[in-house]
């Protein structure tokens, strides 16, 4: 079993198979559990995050999946959904977590620049907020944060034209990116485990 193991895994990484587009990912986790390829569900499974869980987003890969497969990759997909909201309350956090930086805690944010005008202090801009509260951050895999970051804030700057917010970037925009970038890493980087009764 291990000799054909290792030829299929030296025929997959031939082909560069562990490098799907779109829905071919949930087909590739589906073959890779059938065969028992541990490190290449692994991947499989984090490359499926990338992509919707529904009907329309598995498509014709539903065909693949077989016995405890899709059980197993929902329950893994729901664990990095656990890890992605604790981190994501972190990632808000104006006391503790990247946003500090938001926060103004050496002087107030601009009344124009929060949603709460009358005591600023300790408050994150909204733009900063919307942009962590948004649907997409969860999905977004970890090197298309700062673009999302970049368009929010230059909205936001050609709106206000935010001394605040301008200042505040140019002096931690970068450690702030680094921070929520490594935040996103981390979620996805669950440990991918069979549960009982599964295939091992």
Not at 110 to 128: E, I, R, Y
């Amino acid at each position: 079993m291990v000799a054909v193991q290792c030829l299929i895994r030296a025929e997959v990484s031939r082909r560069g198979l562990l490098s799907p587009k779109g829905i071919e990912a949930f087909r590739v986790y589906a073959v890779a559990y059938r065969l028992r390829l541990l490190p290449e569900i692994t991947t499989t499974a984090r490359l499926t995050l990338d992509h919707s869980m529904t009907f329309d987003g598995l498509g014709e890969a539903l065909r693949s999946f077989e016995g405890r497969a899709l059980r197993d990759l929902l329950n893994f997909r729901h664990c990095c959904s656990a890890h992605l909201d604790k981190c994501m309350k972190l990632f808000s956090d104006p006391s503790n977590g990247p946003s500090r930086i938001w926060a103004g805690s050496s002087y107030p944010v601009p009344s124009f620049c929060s949603s709460q005008p009358d005591n600023n202090l300790g408050s994150l801009p909204t733009w900063v907020k919307n942009l962590l509260a948004s649907s997409d951050i969860p999905t977004l895999k970890p090197s298309r944060f700062r673009g999302e970051y970049l368009k929010a804030l230059q909205g936001h700057l050609n709106k206000k034209d935010c001394h605040f917010c301008m200042k505040v970037h140019a002096l931690q925009g970068e450690t702030f990116c680094e921070e929520i970038e490594k935040g996103l890493m981390q979620a996805r980087n669950v440990q991918y485990t069979f549960f009982e009764g599964g295939i091992l």
